[in-house]
């Protein structure tokens, strides 16, 4: 193996995976696909497995071996040159119904070396629900068009059974042939770049770095395990229900064992898969678990199947964490997050100096749909999250993507010129970040106008009853909250649901806060006094959470420390709590 | 008498001045930047170049500038105090941004500040609906008190920019007219017309980077014209814009948010003068410099240009997919794709045991081991000299003495040892990856926009691009280099070759098939008619103004655009459709079917001042005598062959590789099997087999 030749194979191929991805968002038609970086591209390896992907979504790190391995399974003895597979089935390869894959095998003189993937989250498979995403589902069949390991072209020939049979069972078919479009351009691109390098490396070579760029970062991570501590590590959290049973929380439960260079991620104990539809694919479970443990890692791993080689992750087939049918899945992304989540808890036992407080839980997708006055369908989706946990070094962000997404906003000015939607607020909320030497990140309100006769509002939001977690003295974060007609009826909505809304109807969503690191009695009063000044913090609040009595834009250094010794009385804390689901002293203070 | 105009590059560490005489004669000098006082730098180093020249402050025809201190302002933090007024429930649209980051999963990422904090920005009671319609009207007094808010906070500069105000500018012209009666020397950005377009955050982002910087930029220029004035220079001073156009100083003071990126753009434009001028419809610029390598295109003689940047962004590879770092721009900017490779790129070994260069660089101190300045990690420099591609005992023309022995020594300890090969084969593994780095800011610009680079000429320069050159072309598949003369100052040089170049643009959102077309052709008229009365008030009256047309466009529910230009004439809505559908196979490989709709996004119009004659002479004779060459060295190329060193005037008829081009600016390697030769312009031609 020449090491300077492989180091420059290495860069080709992802700088193809990347290309790829340019492709798709350049290209696309779908929103929630470009914003959210909702689509993943890559290398896999004549047997399928993941060489290289393109740099997008972490929510994807487990979905192309997934899908590759059960193509595999179909189709062993039956890949041929000019053969495009697409599927999309949760239960043979898939993560959710929205979530398309195109394959493309990639051969050199009639030998097969590897395969061009992509996916992406279209706008609208069909369902019940516009959007195909409710997280009111009961079951699979409910949430639109299951496309089983099929062929879209075989041997170069389109399949217009196929095509067909999707137009008709999609809301905005131009939408999703649009995207479809963007995912073979980009197998095209794949297919060509790739031709390139089988003929400047031979095809020998080129195999063989394709294994060895799958053996170094197996290296790379395996030599970052080694330097965190052997030991076994868990963490609980709850999602407040699932829409359907209201109510009943459902456990995330994960235990991490690391010895030397390996990690075992361990869901066991997570709860049974429910009836809404937020059950996870293993596939998603793994994306999960790779993206906790890869931020404590070092920056520029590259994402194969060497990574997952030294990580290994379990969850019981039947749990929230690996549903079986016909397991709802439609709205699994909140589950996702929360694993997420439920990682950097587990990390942070781990690791208590680098890994941060909960957030605000993920996104809450909320999505308007129905049909105009001349019967046209309209679909507005819109996922949104931005409050990051405090971290043992600093704060958390303020309107910052979860990491587990990296999903842009949508213009409000570009949403109201293409949607019956106008917006009346974007702006942050004070006094909901968790309190912490540093606090959690601040959440937002979005407050949406509907300007249509009627349509169907759908709303997945969490963190109500269960809230953002803080650490090590921290306190939680506030709790999300749904309001119809904040400036009437001001009626409250639950976390999850489905509604009829008319024109003129507001719908105000706010996200929970984030979760604080640190006890809030050793903040420094000039942050304090400086969220005091930017109106995050109220001076009530101020003096209730941090004990710093602020008296006209000043801190009052003398009523601080006195303030600051009798909640430090109050709550008589024999140690800092590691871990905080509700205040350390009850709100009594706390304005409506 | 022979009439000068100057080029003056201010960068980081140095300040680049080059004097080109009416005759073709050129002056250079570098000199050290003052970062307390860039003006002041220039003013010192036009005064040496007199007292070496014995030229005087009148000989000077015009100055043309390129400066970086309104990124600097932005990167350190230094702008003005700032206050934003927003609509009532979007106060946080500047700092929200669009949510995403640039790092995937990095816990210890950390939002750019605002540049404008919470308690500066302040709300008014208002809403103008998406079709421009009022729907709750500004009242005065309303905006009054926002406006007395932020006065009694003592701002120093103010922007306003309230939702949908590019379909209705009411609101915005309201608190306009309150600003300028209570504060009149404010300055004062509004959003309507800084940036009449669609998307609120990067509106509002664009406006406030305007109000951010407009003091400091004002400042700095009138310090740099009294400086001027004061040693006798009393030509005009043009500023280069982010775009690659000129601009006067007056107007760069109002929208300093056109010269953000004024440094590198410099070169840009000299690569496209010349290649114009030699006939090269498609070139890619490539320089690159001690810290970072720029690319950029050149088709049919045009630079391709971005409609939005980050300033301070920093450097990222596969930075087109991981947006968020630094603060968003929309304004039109030559589309420089940037890597952190350069002279002082570090050379390290990761844990998995593989070589690596970069993003991390040496600097300016302690820089490369072989400067003998206290660098302890070897650096891309180190290995280029270990491999005699530059002159082992001194650079700038024997100004920078190195120090050999202590590169070899380190690089044998922290590469060699661990690596388990040859001195050789190291090194030049370090400069192989260095340019398959490199090569991804080539691809960037030019096959992620769907062009192949073995279509284009690679037009190299700055210290280190000619050293790179031909093994980037070489593995791109792309035959032809082209060195200019001064090859590293020529990002001051190329400034000699800009055009005074305007651009506007407007949000103009509908399908294309329902356009009206005679008000298509009425939007434009009233852009041009601001770009020639702009042209016209800086001396490019009627014939001496040209302005040119574009559309962005997509098919609709798509959300990214493409920019398609249009011929001079009637508007005929068919053919920019078909020039959208073949710009868009062009690019992605596909167009959608005829029946899909297309959607209009945007118009802009450039317009360009026009000068008689060539800008610069064909011919350009540098002042500085060409020293005696060294003797041959060895060089490696994947064996060791003695290389001839040589003059660039050596070129003048035709020669093989392997050799090596000593200049006091750059360094050029020609491998094996290529040819060198000099144009008529004076630049090093290189062929590849």
Known sequence: MDPIEFELFKNAIFSIADEMALTVFRTTYSGVLKDNMDYSTGFADAEGKLVAQGLTLPGHLGSVPTAMASIMRHYQDDIRPGDVFIMNDPFDGGMHLPDIFVFKPLYHEGERLAFACTVCHHTDVGGRVAGSNASDSTEIYAEGLRIAPLKMYEAGVLNKTLMTFIEKNVRLPVKVFGDLRAQLAACHIAEKQF??????????????????????????????????????????????DDGVDYGKPIRL?????????????????????????????????????????????????????????????????????????????????????????????????????????????????????????????????????????????????????????????????????????????????????????????????????????????????????????????????????????????????????????????????????????????????????????????????????????????????????????????????REVPAVQREDPLPKTRKAA | ?????????????????????????????????????YAQAIVEGLAEVFRETGLRGDAIEEIRHGTTVASNAILEHKGARTGLITTRGFRDVLEIRTLRMPRMYDLTWTKPAPLVERYLRQVVDER??????????????????????????????????????????????????????????????????????????????????????????????????????????????????????????????????????????????????????????RIISFDMGGTTAKAAMVEDGEVARAHEYSVGAGIMIGSRLLTGAGYTLKVPAIDLAEVGAGGGSLVWIDAAGALQVGPESAGAAPGPVCYDKGGETPTLTDANLLLGYINPAHLVGGALKLNAAKARDVFTKKIVKPLGMSMERAAHGAHLIAASNMIRAIKAVSSERGRDPREFALFAFGGNGPVFACGMAQALGMKRIVVPPSAGLFSSFGLLYAGVEHHYART???????????????????????????????????????????????????????????PDGPIDLAYLEEAFGREH????????????????????????GL??????????????????????????????????????????????????????????????????????????????P
């Open chain 2, 508 to 566: 103009f959102r509908r399908l294309l098939r329902k356009a009206d077309s005679h008000e298509l052709e009425r939007a434009w008229d009233e852009l041009s008619q601001k770009a020639l009365e702009q042209l016209a008030s800086e001396g490019f009256a009627e014939k001496k103004a040209r302005v040119r047309r574009s559309a962005t466009l997509h098919y609709q529910g798509q959300t990214y655009e493409l920019s398609v230009p249009l």
């Open chain 1, 195 to 240: 031709a390139e390098l089988v003929a400047k490396y031979g095809a020998g070579q080129t195999t063989l770095y394709m294994r060895e760029t799958i053996d170094y970062a197996e290296r790379l991570t395996r030599a970052a395990l080694e330097k965190l501590p052997d030991g076994e590590w868990s963490f609980e959290d709850w999602i407040d």
């Open chain 2, 611 to 688: 000068r008689e004659g060539a800008s610069v002479p064909a011919r350009v004779r540098p002042s500085r005598a060409e020293p005696a060459p060294p003797p041959p060295r060895p060089a490696y190329f994947g064996s060791w062959i003695e290389t001839p060193v040589m003059r660039r005037s050596d070129l003048a008829r035709p020669r093989s590789g392997p050799l090596i081009v000593e200049e006091y600016d750059a360094t050029c390697v020609v491998p094996p099997g290529a040819k060198a030769e000099l144009d008529g312009g004076g630049n090093i031609l290189i062929d590849l």
């Open chain 1, 253 to 573: 439960f994960v235990t991490l064992r690391k010895r030397g260079g390996h990690m075992v991620v361990d869901w066991t104990g997570t709860h049974p898969q429910v009836k809404g539809a937020i059950n996870n694919t293993l596939s998603f479970t793994k994306a999960a678990s790779y993206t906790g443990v890869r931020s404590v890692l070092p920056q520029g791993i590259p994402n194969n199947e060497g990574v997952f080689r030294a990580i290994e992750v379990i969850c019981p087939p039947g749990t929230v964490g690996n549903g079986v049918l016909p397991a709802a899945c439609a709205a699994r992304g909140l589950t996702g997050f929360r694993m997420t989540d439920c990682m950097f808890g587990a990390l942070a036992m781990m690791l208590p100096e680098r890994v941060k407080a909960a957030g605000d839980g993920g996104n809450t997708g909320v999505s308007i749909g129905g049909y105009d006055a001349e019967r046209k369908p309209f679909i507005y989706v819109d996922f949104t999250c931005g409050a990051w946990g405090a971290r043992p070094w600093a704060d958390g962000l303020d309107g910052n993507s979860h990491m587990f997404a990296n999903m842009a906003s949508h213009s409000v000015e570009v949403t109201e010129t293409e949607q019956p939607m106008q917006f009346l607020a974007y702006e942050f909320v004070p006094d909901k970040a968790g309190a912490g030497k540093y606090r959690g990140g601040v959440p937002f309100r979005r407050d949406y106008r509907f300007l249509e006769e009627e349509g169907v509002l759908q709303v997945r939001s969490d963190r109500r009853t269960h809230r953002p977690f803080g650490l090590y003295g921290g306190s939680p974060g506030g709790p999300s909250e749904n309001y119809l007609n904040p400036d009437g009826e001001n009626r409250a909505l639950p976390s999850k649901f489905t509604m009829t809304i008319k024109k003129g109807d507001v719908f105000r969503h706010v996200l929970a806060g984030a979760g604080g690191w640190g006890d809030p009695l050793e903040r420094d009063p000039a942050a304090v006094l400086k969220d005091v000044r930017n109106e995050l913090l109220s001076v009530r609040q101020a003096e209730a959470d941090y004990g710093v009595v602020v008296i006209e834009n000043q801190a009052d250094m003398k009523a601080t420390a006195k303030r600051r010794a009798e909640i430090r009385a109050a709550r008589g804390w």
């Open chain 2, 128 to 281: 103008v609906n998406a079709a421009g319609v009022v729907e709750r009207a500004l009242d005065p007094r309303d905006a009054e008190r926002a406006v007395d808010a932020l006065l009694a906070e003592r701002i120093e500069s103010i922007a306003v920019c309230l939702l949908h105000s590019f379909t209705n500018p009411a609101h915005e012209v309201l608190l306009k007219d309150i600003i300028r009666r209570k504060a009149p020397a404010l300055p004062c950005s509004i959003s309507c017309e800084v940036l009449p377009e669609i998307k609120e955050y990067e509106r509002t982002s664009t406006t406030v980077v305007n109000a951010y910087v407009t003091p400091i930029v004002a400042r700095y220029l009138r310090a740099l014209r009294k400086g001027l004035d004061d040693a006798g220079v009393r030509a005009r001073l043009l500023l280069m814009q982010s775009n690659g156009g000129l601009t006067t100083d007056a107007a760069a003071a109002e929208r300093p948010i056109h010269i953000i990126e004024s440094g590198p753009a410099g070169g840009v434009v000299g690569a496209q003068a010349l290649a114009r001028a030699r006939r090269m419809p």
């Open chain 2, 585 to 608: 196979e062009k690019t992605y490989g596909h167009r959608a079917g005829a029946d899909e709709p297309v959607e209009l996004v945007s118009i802009q119009i450039v317009g360009q």
């Open chain 2, 1 to 37: 008498m022979t009439s000068y105009r100057v080029g003056v590059d201010v960068g980081g560490t140095f300040t680049d001045i080059v004097l080109l005489g009416s005759d073709g004669t050129i002056h250079s000098k570098k000199i050290s930047s003052s970062a307390e006082n």
